[in-house]
């Protein structure tokens, strides 16, 4: 299989064109969760720590974009009725 590897064959222009998009997607699914976690915090009554809750979403979006899934965040009805 390496053998027919030939990185001088990559065209990286592409990859440089989704840059853009791929900031509009961060900054959304940043915000998203930050919302989904100050909603929670409200619903519940009681204070949450915000940074460890945000570095879990990360994390698991990180981990679902290694491994071919789809980022989210919170299930707000799931979170609060279970």
């Known amino acids: 299989v390496y053998d027919l590897y030939q990185p001088f064959k990559v065209h990286l222009w592409p990859m440089v064109k989704c840059v ?3 900031l509009g997607m961060y900054l959304v699914v940043a915000f998203g ?15 949450l720590d915000i940074n460890r809750e945000l ?27 279970l």
Do not use: E, R
């Not at 879990?56 to 009725?81: D, E, K, P, R």
């Open 33 to 47: 969760s930050s919302l989904d976690v100050a909603a929670i915090q409200m619903d519940l009554g009681k204070p």
């Open 55 to 81: 570095m879990v979403v990360g994390a698991a979006n990180t981990l679902s974009g290694f491994t071919g899934g789809f980022t989210g965040s919170y299930i707000f009805s799931q979170t609060i009725f």
């Open 20 to 22: 853009p998009t791929f």
